[in-house]
Each structure stands twice: as C-alpha cells, then as structure tokens.
C-alpha cells in the first residue's frame, strides 16, 4: 500500500516516463502557442478568421486554463499596441523600454497595461462577454492555472509541478518576451512598416507563425501571416485545416498586388493599391532607387559603400525614423555628399508623405501620384523613373474593371 502512495504521488496516474512527459509538454504548450495566435491573435483582436463556436469556445477555456489570460484585457492591450507601436503610449516596446525590460519583464508590462481600465474599454469591444467570462474566466483567471497544476499533480505526480512551470513560463518568455521584444529589434524586414518589427524566422513554426512579425504589422488583419514564397506559417495551415473541416472561416488576408504595363498615368485602382501596399511599396523604393543609387555615387565617390555604416545606409529606407540626432545628422551629411541620392531621397519621402494619407481624399491623392510620377521620370534618374513607372501601374489583383 506504501508503495502505491509513494508511486503515485513520485508518477501520478500516468506512471509516465521522461518520454510521456516529453511529449504532454509538446502537446499542451503547442495547444497554448495556437490558442494565443489563433484565437486571441487573428480571430479576437484582428478579425482575420471566425471559428466554429465550439472550437471558439475551446480556445477560451484552453487560454483560461492555461495561462490565466483574460481574452479581454490581452486584445486590448495588442489593438494598443499596434494604435500606439513604437510611442510612449505602446504598452511593450523595445524602442521605448528598451530590448532587456521587454525581453525579461514583457509580462510584467501587460499586467501594467491591463490595469488601465480605460484601455481595456477603449480597445477591448467586440471581445466575449457572457455568463462564464463574467463569473468565471474573467473574475477568477487565476483558477484556471490553479486547476492545471492541480491536473498536472494528479497525471504525473511531482513531475507534474515541473511540467506546470514550464506551461506557465511558456507564453510570458515566447509571446510576451520574444515576439514582442525580439520581434522588435533583430531579423529581417519584407516592409518598411511605420515601426521596427522584424521577422525572426521565414518559417513561422515554433511560436505558431508568430515569428513573422514584420508581415503582420504591415497587414495586421491578415489572417495568413506568411506572404513571400519561401515563408511558412503553421497557424494559417491550421487554420485551411479548420477550414476544410468546417471549423473556420476566412475572414481576410493580404491583398496581392497586381502591375499593369505600359500606364499613363496613375488612376483610382493605383491609389488602392498604394493605400493597401503602402509598406511594401516603400520597401520596394528602397531596394529598387535607394539601394543602386548609393552604390552607384559611392563607386564614383572612391569610397565604396562601406563609406555608410549599414545601420544608415538601411536607415535610408525610412528616412532615419529611428536614429538618434547624431546619426540622422551624419545621415543627412552623406547624402548632401551626394546629390543624386539626396534627391532619390527627397523623392522617397514625399511618396511617404502620399501613402500616409488616410484615403477620405482619393482625388487629392491621386493628383500628388500623378506629379510625383511625373517630377520622378523628369529627373533622369534612370531608376527613379522605372520605379514611377511600375508605380502607375499598379492594382489589387481582382480589382480589372
């Protein structure tokens, strides 16, 4: 008889092995990774997907169970960041609190933010508000880890505490650290979004897809976080496999960007496009203008690229937004070095200036398209003018009329 208490309390029900508890770790922290960027991501905050109810409500009481976030307070939180990215205002950024307090405290910073009660009304609408979030998962989120641990005690004894710490570690270092933190300050960017997010990885699979940063930031209610060829997000196949089960619907994704040939002149379908592709269209600017023009005055220079630390020559791409006043003045030293590059320049940031607008003056916008294009193909910059010419013929792909 001792030695069935003593083997269930060092084993739990399971009896289970380093293997077994391997593999339940897998499996309930990959649950978690899905219910943060499937349901409380893309579906509660964005709006990019609708699930099944019952699927729907599964997330919610997976989330309540294990992590004790409140679905309300977590997408408040995230529409204000995106609201206020990279301000005083963002609740986690980097650029703000800097790269260690993100990283290591990112969940202290949400427990801040959702305490501003007027945030959570401001920012949360839309999010479930029935009986059992009123009386249970939002009054009492704590019950819910309590709940797991006490699960995790009975499946595998001692063990079992040790599997719950590292479950309720998992989504304050992955998501609240390191896709927050991280995800701000190292990789690769595909868009010249208004802020410094950045893809960690082509292959969005350990943190659920998540990993692509910078593409969600530049089309946040895409359902589908993966948008070049080479990249893959394991949440938007989960999602096509909900999808063919009758589990999900598709509510958005990018839109694809057409190039009609031989235009004119810009017209409504270009301003469209530029509204929707504002970021990518910049990042295009970059490496089609930008990037040939200074290689090419740095060769006629002597000096060779390497003449401009990478860290201004990428700066180049969003007109210094994120340098301090030294280095934006040592930027802006080079460039009137170099008057064709200054110009390329000036000419970047006035098209920065056009697809900022937010659209309610399509006629002004699309006059400014117009003499951009034409002051652009009147320098005889040569890239210049190939960039204003592909610019005018751009279009949504399905928008032929």
Known sequence: MLDSIVSFASRGLTQGSWGTW????????QLTIFTVTLYLHRS????????????AHFFRFWSWLSTGMVTKEWVAIHRKHHAKVETEE??????IYGIKKVFWDGVGLYRDASHNLDDMEKYGRGTPDDWIERHLYAPHAYWGPTLMAVINLALFGVVGIALWAIQMIWIPFWAAGFVNGIGHWWGYRNFESADTSTNLSPWGVWIGGEELHNNHHAFPSSAKFALRKWEFDIGWAAIRLFETLGLSKVLRVAPTLDVRPNMHLPDADTVKAVLSHRFHIMSDYFRGVIAPTLREEAGKAGAGIAALPRKLRKALGNGGRWLDAASRERMTAFTEKHPQLRTVCEFRARLAALTERNGRNADGMLDGLKEWCREAEATGIRTLAEFAARLKGYRLAGDAG
């Open 44 to 55: 509660q905050t964005h709006r990019g997907v609708d699930f099944h109810p019952v699927l």
């Open 22 to 29: 391997i593999v339940y770790l897998l499996v309930v922290t």
């Open 90 to 95: 963002d609740p986690h950024s980097p650029q």
